[in-house]
């Protein structure tokens, strides 16, 4: 305990004097070590001379994040160690089911409760822990969402509460509906294309779609005008407009921009 120091601090340590342990062995992106070897961790900056250690084998399928982790740390001065097996050679990281006897022998738990796992593991530890002696009053098994309450006397499952996404915007917290997300969607995908109409007389303009396209907007620009001499109802030619402008856009060249009407 008296060698443990707040992460705060390490900027007054001699960098001799100090050894950081880290999650992010696997390359995970915004794990510690992620961050340390990216520059966006607030209290550790990488030197040169700084030797990190990687004490695990990577899992199958995780190489090439923990390459780019690698390369970032060396590329700022790092002297980085790490296994050379190429086997693919990974059993677990975690306890086999004689670790997880030991374990529940020496806490001498009275219920218990297996949490960050799936349901089959979850299902799985029960049945093992029932071999120990456990009864079912004693295991419980949660799902995403159920609270517990814990007494002297036990725990009790509640009953479980919906949860859903909670979407932050600007200032706005909770307040983005379905519709704007679509919006941002397409025109993040798509592009935008307005069209004015000012006093019968009709322009182009487009973000992110097909910037001035003299050819395509010379097929359009008839196409309304045609609609203004049909109708004189603003509504209907809005509706026209985003409907037969856009199926024509996507039959032509398989692209659906946001179209926004704007007549003035």
Do not use: W
């Amino acid at each position: 305990k008296d060698h443990l120091i707040p992460e705060q601090d390490l900027k007054r340590m001699r960098p001799n004097a100090v050894c950081v342990i880290l999650t992010g062995s696997q390359g995970e992106f915004g794990s510690a070590l992620d961050k340390v070897s990216t520059g966006r961790n607030r209290f550790i900056k990488v030197q040169k001379g700084d030797r990190i250690f990687f004490s695990s084998d990577p899992i199958p399928g995780n190489e090439a994040h923990i390459q780019d982790v690698i390369e970032n740390l060396i590329e700022q001065g790092a002297d980085v160690i790490y296994t050379a097996i190429r086997d693919a050679l990974h059993t677990s990281g975690h306890g086999s089911q004689g670790d997880l006897k030991l374990l529940v022998r020496l806490v001498g738990a009275k219920n218990l409760m297996p949490i960050g796992t799936t349901i089959k593991h979850s299902k799985a530890y029960i049945n093992l822990m029932k071999k120990l002696g456990y009864q079912d009053s004693q295991l419980h098994m949660l799902h995403s969402g159920q609270p517990i309450t814990v007494t002297h006397s036990g725990i009790q499952l509640e009953e479980k509460i919906t949860l859903k996404e909670v979407l932050v915007d600007g200032s706005s917290v909770g307040d983005v509906g379905d519709r704007i997300l679509e919006e941002r969607e397409s025109l993040g995908k798509e592009g935008i294309l307005v069209v004015l109409v000012n006093s019968g007389k009709v322009s182009l303009d487009s973000k992110g779609f097909m910037f001035n396209d003299k050819k395509l907007f010379g097929d359009i620009i008839p196409k309304v005008e045609s609609m203004l001499k049909q109708t004189t109802d603003k509504q209907k030619l809005e509706n026209r407009i985003i409907q037969e402008i856009g199926g024509f856009i996507n039959a032509q060249h398989a692209r659906s921009p946001l179209i926004i009407p704007v007549i003035v």
